[in-house]
T-cell receptor, first 117, second 110 residues
Framework: GAVVSQHPSRVICKSGTSVKIECRSL??????MFWYRQFPKKSLMLMAT?????????EQGVEKDKFLINHASLTLSTLTVTSAHPEDSSFYIC?????????????FGSGTQLSVL | GIQVEQSPPDLILQEGANSTLRCNFS?????LQWFHQNPWGQLINLFY???GTKQNGRLSATTVATERYSLLYISSSQTTDSGVYFC????????????FGDGTTLTVKP
């Protein structure tokens, strides 16, 4: 149980385009999901907390107009990188807590490698 | 916010060796997890261990919450243990967010 599916796993796009990344909890409900960015050989940097049915909470320094987050249901959160530029190239990972397990453990998607040309 | 330090940053072992990874944190926590990130980027839960000791096969972990540290033990290491090990903690006043350490990169050589 507790599987988080993230798609796509890899995307290459041209500068100026927008890219949407999906994060789904397959066998549990997640009122809260988290989006991270990871640079090579670095730790995970929390970008935002995605709350079902309400606006996301962004970390300091993260542009909310650049990284749009939507959490429309208890099993789906999306991150849209708008007008992507080469500096947005990175590994993006989502995670979720299982609401019915008392929000204890974090479960992660497999990540999305974004390359902006 | 809460600070998390992991040591060592890098570790190279021969297959079959044992190792201990450490995670120090700066404040009281109500949630601590150890993760393994494989070479393809997937993070796998190893332990949820805000206190006490747990074992799962060749891996075990101990958290001494009063002294603000946790240890991850890997015994009889295998090449498939290679990757990055992260400790993530959540403080009592952290609004549900977990803070990650910088990780320990483990390389197990055959």
């Amino acid at each position: 149980g507790a599987v988080v599916s993230q798609h796509p796993s890899r995307v290459i796009c041209k500068s100026g385009t927008s890219v949407k990344i999906e994060c789904r909890s397959l066998d549990f409900q997640a009122t809260t999901m988290f989006w991270y960015r990871q640079f090579p050989k670095k730790s995970l940097m929390l970008m935002a907390t995605s709350n079902e049915g309400s606006k996301a909470t962004y970390e300091q320094g993260v542009e909310k107009d650049k990284f749009l987050i939507n959490h429309a249901s208890l099993t789906l959160s999306t991150l849209t990188v708008t007008s992507a530029h080469p500096e947005d190239s990175s590994f993006y990972i989502c995670s979720a807590r299982d609401r019915d397990r008392g929000n204890e453990k974090l479960f992660f998607g497999s990540g999305t490698q974004l390359s902006v040309l | 916010g809460i600070q998390v330090e992991q040591s060592p940053p890098d570790l190279i072992l021969q297959e079959g060796a044992n190792s201990t990874l450490r995670c120090n944190f700066s404040d009281s926590v109500n949630n601590l997890q150890w993760f393994h990130q494989n070479p393809w980027g997937q993070l796998i839960n190893l332990f949820y261990i805000p206190s006490g000791t747990k074992q799962n096969g060749r891996l075990s972990a101990t958290t001494v919450a009063t002294e603000r540290y946790s240890l991850l033990y890997i015994s009889s290491s295998q090449t498939t243990d290679s990757g990055v090990y992260f400790c993530a903690v959540k403080g009592w006043n952290n609004a549900g967010k977990s803070t990650f350490g910088d990780g320990t990169t483990l390389t197990v050589k055959p």
